[in-house]
């Protein structure tokens, strides 16, 4: 037998665990986390947060859309009424002064 | 020691009777409305104004100068009552507006009272060269009108705007030389 075949032999011979080394593996392994898979909900979850945020978004911008464009057709009215009046008052002067 | 405090406490005093003064606060008009046929409600503070002048194309020439004319506004105000019958409103009610715009600050620019009934006054604030703000108020037998356009406005603004985006076109007042060619 070569030396090399010794060492071989040695390495590979049946040698008996350490005391409570078996019962030491058995508790690590209950402390260890379970691992689950990952559920279907979640995922659902996920892109139902994800849809309700897009949602608000669009919602949100075409909220500001509908206000803009009521406080521009306010701004419209308001010019119409303000350039009416003003132009009641030009007429009336200009009907006094055809009178004079 | 008391001399100066009372100066000082003095001027504070007159400025800030000035500032108050020149305010102009169109009140709770919810009486009239209930009386009115119809009723144009328009309250556009500054962050409407912006918000209004946001929706204003650039590219189109008449919304463009509506911009321009509302960028530094602080406010526009417009109140307009239409009644069935005559004698919904009383002459308490235009006077009451009448007082608040007798505060320094403010002058009567037009005052038109015509036999129909139909009576027109324009006011408006000086400030310095320009004028920081405009009062109309135009009264019929069965209408009330009072606008409000607060900061600094040029009634010029205004008549460029007429004839446009449905304001009535404002003619321009003719000058003697055009008179005396008629």
Known sequence: MTPFEEDLKKALAKCEPPDGFTERLAERIASLPARKASPMYWRWAAVAAAAAILFGGVAREHQ????????????LVAMRITSSK??????????????? | MKQPFLKILLVGLSLSCLCVAEEFKIPDLEKLAQKAKETVDVTLDQSMLQLASGFLSKDDPDEAKVKKLVA?????????????????YSAADVQAFRNQL?????????????????????????NGDQFGGLVVLATEPKEFTIVHI??????EDLAE??????????????SKADKKEE
């Open chain 2, 72 to 88: 530094k506004l602080k406010g526009i105000y417009v109140r307009s009552f239409e009644f069935a019958r005559e004698g919904e």
């Open chain 1, 64 to 75: 500001h859309h509908l206000e803009g464009e009521a406080a521009k057709e306010k701004l």
């Open chain 2, 161 to 174: 705007l007429s004839g446009h985006m449905g304001i009535p076109e404002l003619t321009k007042p003719k």
């Open chain 2, 150 to 155: 607060d900061g600094p406005i040029n009634p």
């Open chain 1, 86 to 100: 003003l132009q009641q008052a030009q007429q009336q002067i200009e009907e006094v002064e055809r009178k004079q």
């Open chain 2, 102 to 126: 007798k505060q320094p600050g403010w002058s009567r620019i037009v005052g038109v009272k015509s036999v129909e009934g139909e009576n027109t006054e324009v006011y408006v604030l000086k």
